[in-house]
């Protein structure tokens, strides 16, 4: 004989959902995205009485209630949905990080487990250098004037090496892929090195003896070049960082008469022959 499991009429069961929060006429609502009911706890299922959601939107019928939780509550992301954002977020990183990085010495890419766990390990590093910093800094006390103190945080700052943390979700893929990348580059936990780029450059013979020097320091190999009776035209290959130096270059020096074009953004090694 199956027995019945009663439970109080006003709550309801919830699995896995977004929630948004507000205070209003000194009482919490809340309401669960994914039904269309408003809460008092989504906690614990606490539907709101109709006589509270009236006396804190009087006049308003339930769906305007819902509207205005939505644009003016705050959102409340639950453990299971922040477990999501990270692992899709961190999936995304590390999926760029192997789009723009190869092994120097075969020109090849790395597979996304790989470096995975590259930056895995970045990350034990990291927490193992930060606990032996406590410990360092917990023995002794010294006792440097607030002024200088703050100074020399500066300074140390500018010098401090990147660092792999891992990822969190207040920022974009993009750019905590391009902290990934600083901090594997410099650390080598694996032969690792960003893929360079492929680019055509035509100055003007006016400047084009003033800027190429310049230009040639910059650039990590020049593949072609032809000075002709219009201007100097030349195909290079460069880490992405310079891109921007080189573009602003071209663009002073020349004066609007230059040009730069993007050949390829992923040049490996055995490419640049």
Not at 119 to 130: F, I, K, V
Not at 218 to 236: K, P, S, T, Y
């Amino acid at each position: 004989m199956s027995q019945r499991v009663n439970q109080p009429s006003n709550q309801i069961k919830l699995t896995n959902v977004s929630i948004v929060r507000i205070r209003k006429a000194k009482k919490r609502f809340e309401l669960a995205c994914y039904k269309n009911k408003v809460f008092l706890n989504t906690s614990k299922g606490a539907v709101a009485p109709t006589a509270d959601l009236q006396k804190a939107w009087p006049g308003k019928n339930q769906d305007e209630i819902i509207l205005d939780i939505l644009a003016k509550g705050e959102l409340q992301v639950g453990e299971k949905e922040r477990g999501q954002q990270l692992e899709m977020l961190q999936k995304e990183v590390v999926q760029i990080v192997t789009e723009k990085c190869v092994d120097p010495t075969t020109g090849r890419v790395y597979t996304s487990g790989l470096i995975e766990k590259a930056l895995e390990g970045l990350m034990s590093r990291n927490q193992n250098s930060a606990t032996a910093t406590t410990t360092t800094n917990g023995e002794g006390s010294s006792s440097a004037a607030p002024a200088e103190s703050n100074e020399k945080g500066k300074e140390k700052a500018k010098d401090e090496p990147p660092r792999w943390t891992g990822v969190v979700t207040t920022k974009s893929a993009k750019s905590q892929a391009l902290e990934a990348i600083k901090a594997l580059v410099y650390y080598q936990p694996i032969p690792i090195a960003r893929q360079r780029m492929k680019l055509r450059i035509f100055l003007p013979s006016a400047v084009a003896k003033k800027v190429k020097p310049t230009i040639l320091e910059m650039i990590g190999q020049l593949v072609d070049e032809d000075f002709g009776g219009d201007g100097w035209n030349a195909d290079v290959i460069c880490d992405p960082g310079v891109y921007r130096q080189i573009s602003d270059l071209v663009g002073k020096e020349a004066k609007g008469r230059g040009r730069i074009e993007v050949l390829d953004t992923a040049v490996a090694a055995n490419d640049e022959d």
